[in-house]
């Protein structure tokens, strides 16, 4: 995006690396603790994250991952598929981080 | 408008946000297009409730989307189809599938009344992981409105591409001139749920505030107090969790 060498398998699963992003590795386990069942891990996960960002960066941080579980459903349940331009756009993307093994790819056609 | 209670967290809430969420808790509780505010609320109720619903909970672990039936967890003001509708689009989205969707409609509701249900089920989902991630209880709905719904179906929405009919962005004229952003690229996530006009205007606020403006998505110096990588990054860690490919 801005020439920035990024570790595409931090998107798939923590690494524990930082993925070439700052605090990326406390901004992932911070996500998956709020898409998780663990209430212990999600406490220990806002509090490590609230050390290293301001307030106005964890609301900004919180209010995407609000966005993301709007977004993901209204995308799963109306079946739209992938823009063209954004296929283009991320087509070795979406390669690297084998986005077709999810069903929802289906709506999709390949080219 | 009700705001919801962020003191908790102990951190302010930027302005627009908090205008935002008071936003979506009338809208989800106000007469809609095709349901009552008092169907729309309890609708808003079955998606938090899904949440820890068992049925849902073993289905989730089953392999197959069918393998385990009985009833959910619910509050009982919906049938038991909408109400599987519901939990399923909030708890299970990734496994939702054309074959899925025509077995729902038009057998168990309309198009229209199916596009505005997932509008609702979707923003609960919203505000509910928003709430879960800020530290703080689950925003009160507040008490449906009454009113009657404006049934008010487009007629540019076409069948297309999507499982339901959309309005293409040179269509969107009329009562729908307002509805997407003036901007060169309008993606599909915008469209999905334009047979409901309504729904696709709470969805541009939802996202203005949360995210980004649409017109901005394309721009990569676009970003918040947060740079535009680490919004990527939790985005896509968020979307990869959900199993969505979009």
């Known amino acids: 995006m801005n020439g920035t060498d990024v570790d595409l398998s931090a998107v798939n699963g923590s690494t524990g690396s930082d993925a070439g992003i700052e605090h990326g590795a406390r901004l992932i386990a911070f996500t998956e603790a709020v898409m998780g069942n663990d209430e212990t891990a999600l406490k220990r996960e806002r509090a490590a994250l609230r050390t290293l960002l301001t307030d106005e960066q964890f609301v900004d941080v919180v209010a995407t991952i609000g966005a993301f579980n709007v977004v993901d459903r209204v995308a799963d349940s109306t079946g739209i598929p992938l823009d063209d331009m954004m296929k283009m756009m991320g087509a070795d993307l979406g390669r690297g981080l084998n986005l077709r093994r999810f069903r929802s790819s289906a709506n999709t056609r390949e080219d | 408008m009700l705001v919801p209670d962020y003191s908790a967290a102990g951190i302010a809430v930027r302005q ?32 938090r409730l899904a949440t820890t619903c068992s049925l849902c909970r073993q289905r989730k ?53 199916y596009v505005e249900l997932v509008g609702v089920v979707t923003m609960m989902a919203g505000m509910d992981n928003f709430a879960r991630a800020f530290g703080v209880a689950p925003f009160t709905l507040p008490a449906a409105k ?101």
């Open chain 2, 61 to 113: 672990d089953a392999l197959s989307l069918n393998a385990v039936q009985g009833k959910h967890d619910s509050t009982g003001e919906l049938p038991g189809d909408v109400v599987d509708v519901i939990h399923r689009i909030r708890t299970d989205p990734q496994r939702l599938s054309r074959d899925w969707f025509e077995r729902v409609v038009p057998e168990i509701l309309s198009d229209a009344h």
């Open chain 2, 146 to 246: 009454p009113g009657e719904p404006s049934r008010h179906r487009p007629a540019s929405a076409k069948p297309g591409t999507a499982w339901v009919p959309m309005i293409d962005v040179t269509d969107a004229d009329g009562p729908e001139a307002d509805m997407y952003p003036q901007a060169p690229f309008v993606p599909n996530i915008m469209r999905a749920m334009s047979l409901v006009p309504d729904q696709v205007r709470a969805l541009r606020r939802s996202s203005d505030a949360h995210y980004l403006p649409v017109q901005q998505i394309p721009d990569p110096t676009a970003r918040r107090t947060i740079d535009r990588m680490q919004m990527e990054l939790v985005a896509a860690r968020v979307s990869a969790l959900n199993e969505c490919f979009y």
């Open chain 2, 16 to 47: 627009d946000l908090k205008d935002c969420h008071a936003l979506l808790l009338h809208h989800v509780t106000a007469p809609g297009t095709w349901w009552t505010g008092a169907e729309r609320r309890a609708i808003a109720e079955e998606s």
